[in-house]
Structures are given as structure tokens and as C-alpha cells.
T-cell receptor
Framework: LAKTTQPISMDSYEGQEVNITCSHNNIATNDYITWYQQFPSQGPRFIIQGYKTKVTNEVASLFIPADRKSSTLSLPRVSLSDTAVYYCLVVTHSGAGSYQLTFGKGTKLSVIP | DTGVSQDPRHKITKRGQNVTFRCDPISEHNRLYWYRQTLGQGPEFLTYFQNEAQLEKSRLLSDRFSAERPKGSFSTLEIQRTEQGDSAMYLC?????????????????FGAGTRLSVL
């Protein structure tokens, strides 16, 4: 069964770099890896997306190894406002030629002053 | 604000009743997705539409669940004969994507969700 795995929680001090890794063992070969951020009582919000190697935008970097069985979200110099739950999203095979969007269970990041 | 809107925000119902939720996507978006999220879990994919066509349905979507997207605009998700296990946040998202395009490539924009409580 397709599965994505993330650490349940992480703590970090303000100003530090945070790396969150998601393992996805049954990822579709031609689809993208996306990370979302979610605050309480809100829907998830897009952070970054990539297919392979490294992608960087104004808020984060995404590292994807050649086998694409994992991805690492890197948040540089976190602040208190980065306290949230972070999810990876991939497309996985669900059997019989069918695919589905699969979110990880989420990593709750707590930023400490 | 022209983001994704969901209605109602909260719904309390008794077991066995039918409920219907509505989602209005971003106007130019042709893809629309429904997810279910329980406390402490990531969103679980239920189904998605490309325009008015329902292209994928999760095995989580039992016969009691039905979704429609008439005319490729707003969408409704109906749950018949609700059970206590249906209590969750139901999230809708929309994106812009081509029919042959990768499923996860297009950025999804989420609504704030409808929280369902079944008593």
C-alpha cells in the first residue's frame, strides 16, 4: 500500500534552519512532489514543488534525490510565524492503473523563541 | 477575495441524516478536489474533477458519498445516512491543469473547509 512517512513533530529555535524529510516509497514516476503548510482552522497552503534535484523559492528549498523516494523541505532561519504543520504531497499508485494524491501525516513544527 | 470558498463552515447533524457541502473554486480553475481530514492527520484524497468530469475516486469514497460538479463550476459533496465516523473536516481545493498533465504538478488552492460533526 502506498505510504508516505514524515516525523510527527520537530522543535526549533528561532533563526535556525529546519529540515523535514518525507519518505514516499510508491511515488508515480512522472509526477511532482509538493509541500504544504497548514495553520489551525485553515486549509493547507502551497510552499514549494519539485520533480528532481533541488528547487528554491523565496521561502524554502526542496531537495529530491535521484531515486525520488524521499524529499526534504528546508526552511532557512525559521521564525515564530513558521509554527505550523507541514505536509508532503505525492501521487502514488493505488492499484489497477489508478493513481491518487497522497498527503503525508504531517510534521508539526514548533518554533521556540 | 476570489479564493476557494466552502459552505457551510460548520455542520452538526444527527446520525442517519443526509448532508450536502458546497465548494466554489477559483473561477478560472478547471480542476477541483475533495479531501477529508481528521484531527492530527493529513488530508485524505476523496475525488477530483477535471471540468465536470469526475476522473478519480478514492476507495475511501463509499457508496454513501457522492460528488458532482455540474457545468464545471461549483461542486457539491453529499453524504447520505451519516455515521459518527464521518465526523471530520472536508476540504475542497482547485487548480489549473491540462487533461494530460501530471496530477500533482498544479498548485492546489484550498478552502478553509467544512467541519462536520455527527452526533
Amino acid at each position: 500500500l502506498a505510504k508516505t512517512t514524515q516525523p510527527i513533530s520537530m522543535d526549533s529555535y528561532e533563526g535556525q534552519e529546519v529540515n523535514i524529510t518525507c519518505s514516499h516509497n510508491n511515488i508515480a514516476t512522472n509526477d511532482y512532489i509538493t509541500w504544504y503548510q497548514q495553520f489551525p482552522s485553515q486549509g493547507p497552503r502551497f510552499i514549494i514543488q519539485g520533480y528532481k534535484t533541488k528547487v528554491t523559492n523565496e521561502v524554502a528549498s526542496l531537495f529530491i534525490p535521484a531515486d525520488r523516494k524521499s524529499s526534504t523541505l528546508s526552511l532557512p532561519r525559521v521564525s515564530l510565524s513558521d509554527t505550523a504543520v507541514y505536509y508532503c504531497l505525492v501521487v502514488t499508485h493505488s492499484g489497477a492503473g489508478s493513481y491518487q494524491l497522497t498527503f503525508g501525516k504531517g510534521t508539526k513544527l514548533s518554533v521556540i523563541p | 477575495d476570489t479564493g476557494v470558498s466552502q459552505d457551510p463552515r460548520h455542520k452538526i447533524t444527527k446520525r442517519g441524516q443526509n448532508v450536502t457541502f458546497r465548494c466554489d473554486p477559483i473561477s478560472e480553475h478547471n480542476r477541483l478536489y475533495w479531501y477529508r481530514q481528521t484531527l492530527g492527520q493529513g488530508p485524505e484524497f476523496l475525488t477530483y474533477f477535471q471540468n465536470e468530469a469526475q476522473l478519480e475516486k478514492s476507495r475511501l469514497l463509499s457508496d454513501r458519498f457522492s460528488a458532482e460538479r455540474p457545468k464545471g463550476s461549483f461542486s457539491t459533496l453529499e453524504i447520505q445516512r451519516t455515521e459518527q465516523g464521518d465526523s471530520a473536516m472536508y476540504l475542497c481545493a482547485s487548480s489549473l491543469g491540462s487533461l494530460a498533465g501530471a496530477l500533482a504538478k498544479n498548485i492546489q488552492y484550498f478552502g478553509a473547509g467544512t467541519r462536520l460533526s455527527v452526533l
